[in-house]
């Protein structure tokens, strides 16, 4: 704090130091000037003086008694004076003036208004100006920064301070929250783990008494979307207590030590509203680790983050203030902020699994008029590793579609359809593909489905389709399976790897021909096959050894390779080896269903889309024209 206070009397001092500089600028350059812009003045000896009398040249002369200065012109001389120091002794003066013909004026300046007005021109106008501009600067400042507050305030950390040394946190009263854990489905053991919180904060006493302390602080850690502020909004709301929310970003500021008075203010606030909730969404925004200093640091942001650490070894958590923070990138943040003391209790908020997702999607139907029968189990199932805001998104596209549709009620195609927008964006109507790139695109997804259907270890088709979506694909063929797995064995991940292949395989058996429409085919078939070797262990050739690391599991973030380079070229091989089987393996597998292929492909190519039941009678069926195994 002292080093803070040091650094803001070093920046108002040298703000002081500028401003006395332009001050003595202005007065020695621009305010002399002020009163005779557009005369030249001219300084001479008082014997030109005489010359230029006795020549009769003068044509007006004014003389100051004060200073014995007269300023003269000539005739016929525009925009010229001349300025000298008469002599005091000079009785004759008046009478060379008069002999001269000049007109001559006295000046018995006035002290006081002289006086006056000397201060006004040299001293006041200049201050002023110099107020005005500072004042004009600041408040552009401030409003870059986003900061509304009185532009000049000295009791706030400095001259324009204003509310920079704010916190700027929200705070909602206990009556306000309005969210308690019913709000909250999906996360039983995130809230189960949270209850304890709620607990303490209700009944502190049960606490005390046996000598135990609450963790000062709880870091809510998941993927985005999965309702880690909702969580910490219900925890206030349980235990009817105040609530203060900010994000990490807003701690961050141009000037230094402003971040540190915002944490100063916010604790402050809240050891006044005790007991009460602190919740700091993004906290790895000025949580990250510290990399010791020099050019390449972050001085502002490690201030912030030191005040952080200050206040929360400060406080008494007796008093019932709890610290809830929010990240997605727990890996990045400082270990001094994960000590035990201050954010020592980690709970996940994982993303929901089929009970989980159920729930949630319940939830948010309750408020949307539905038409019976609806069926969220099957919505539930269609979206494995959606996270609880894309499924409040999925009941809310369904209902908007079902307005666009001029219906008063949602039904279950319109969840289903929701779902389909939300993995593959809107129908594309306006594009048009031509009557070949139908035919491609009909035996490609048809080539994924039959590739799928003829694999035991492979999920059911539920739906295949060629009409264009938004996120640029062309058709796709969806799967779902009938329970959610949490193991996948190695089996199940080569038949995944044909899967993705089958599409471009049914390319070149039918037309010779390859097509760009697997790109997006062959990038997930590589990415798996490369987690294959290096991180599940699933080859032959390197066994169980982890090669790689995945930077942020909550971010998708892909994996790194932490091996020699010879050894990443031997990944490469075997990567190439495990792809270019799984595509042996599909082109087999159409080859054996030739027949049914092309019955399917032009069964699609005409409905444009099908389902998953539809694909498996015609598949199943026995067709008169399909020639016999034996043939």
């Not at 044509?59 to 014995?68: C, F, L, P, S």
């Not at 850690?221 to 206030?236: I, N, R, S, Y």
């Not at 699994?353 to 309750?366: C, N, P, Q, Y």
């Not at 389709?465 to 949490?486: C, K, N, W």
Request: aromatic share 6%; charged share 25%; glycine share 10%.
């Amino acid at each position: 704090m002292e080093m803070d206070d040091h650094k803001r009397r070093r920046n108002m001092i040298l703000y002081v130091l500028i401003a006395f500089l332009v001050y003595l600028v202005l007065n020695m350059v621009l305010f002399p000037n002020l009163g005779r812009q557009g005369t030249k003045v001219t300084d001479v000896s008082y014997t030109t003086l005489l010359d230029d009398l006795s020549n009769k040249e003068v044509d007006k002369i004014q003389y100051t008694t004060d200073d014995a200065q007269a300023l003269y012109t000539k005739k016929g001389e525009e925009g010229q004076a001349y300025r000298t120091t008469t002599m005091p002794n000079d009785s004759d003066l008046t009478n060379r003036i008069q002999e001269a013909g000049a007109e001559l004026t006295v000046s018995i300046p006035d002290q006081s208004s002289g006086m006056w007005t000397y201060l006004l021109v040299t001293i006041v106008l200049p201050m002023a100006l110099f107020l005005l501009v500072g004042w004009w600067l600041n408040r552009r400042m401030k409003k870059a920064m986003g900061d509304d507050g009185p532009s000049m305030n000295f009791g706030g950390g400095g001259f324009g301070g204003g509310g920079l040394g704010k916190s700027g946190a929200r705070i909602v009263a206990s009556k306000d929250v309005g969210v308690t854990f019913k709000d909250v489905a999906g996360q039983e053991e995130a809230k189960e783990s949270l209850k304890e919180v709620v607990d303490f904060l209700e009944k502190p006493g049960r606490y005390e008494e046996i000598g135990a302390k609450l963790p000062r602080g709880a870091l809510l850690v998941g993927p985005p979307g999965t309702g880690k502020t909702l969580l910490a909004k219900a925890v206030a709301g349980e235990a009817g207590v105040p609530f203060f929310s900010i994000s990490g970003s807003e701690f961050v500021e141009m000037f230094v030590g402003r971040g540190a008075a915002k944490v100063r203010d916010l604790f402050k606030q809240a050891k006044e509203k005790a007991p009460c909730i602190v919740f700091i969404d993004e906290i790895d925004t000025i949580g990250k680790k510290r990399d010791g200093g020099g050019f390449s640091g972050n001085d502002e942001r490690e201030q912030t983050l030191n005040q952080l650490l200050t206040e929360m070894d400060g406080f008494d958590n007796q008093k019932g203030i709890v610290v809830l923070a929010a990240t997605n990138r727990p890996d990045s943040l400082d270990p001094a902020l994960l000590r035990p003391g201050r954010f020592d209790r980690r709970v996940p908020v994982e993303l929901p699994d089929l009970t989980g997702r159920k729930a949630i999607l319940e939830l948010h139907s309750k408020d949307v008029k539905v038409e019976s029968p609806i069926d969220l189990t099957a919505i539930a199932r269609a979206t494995p590793g959606a996270s609880g805001a894309d499924l409040a998104n999925i009941i809310n596209e369904g209902a908007l579609r079902a307005v666009r549709l001029g219906r008063k009620r949602a039904t279950q195609e319109d969840f289903e359809e929701s779902v389909e927008v939300i993995i593959a964006g809107q129908q594309r109507k306006s594009t048009v593909l031509s009557d070949h790139e139908k035919q491609v695109v009909s035996y490609h997804e048809i080539g994924h489905a039959i590739v799928a259907a003829r694999q035991k270890q492979s999920a059911p088709v539920t739906k295949i389709t060629i009409v264009p979506r938004t996120s640029g694909a062309l058709g796709y063929t969806m799967q779902v399976e009938e329970d959610e797995h949490f193991l996948t064995t190695r089996q199940e991940v080569l038949d995944k790897l044909a899967v993705y292949c089958g599409g471009r395989a049914a390319e070149e058996l039918i037309f010779g021909e390859m097509t760009t429409g697997a790109a997006n085919d062959i990038e997930q078939a590589t990415k798996l096959a490369r987690n294959m070797v290096t991180r599940f262990g699933m080859s032959e050739e390197f066994g169980m050894m982890a090669l790689g690391t995945v930077q942020n599991a909550y971010l998708n973030q892909d994996t790194s390779l932490t091996c020699a380079p010879g050894t990443a070229e031997r990944v490469d091989e075997v990567v190439q080896k495990l792809i270019v089987e799984a595509h042996e393996r599909a082109m087999q597998i159409l080859r054996e269903n030739k027949f049914k292929l092309h019955e399917l492909a032009h069964y699609l190519y005409k409905k444009e889309t099908i389902t998953g039941e539809e694909f498996m009678s015609l598949l199943t069926r026995e067709n008169p024209l399909m020639p016999k195994a034996s043939e």
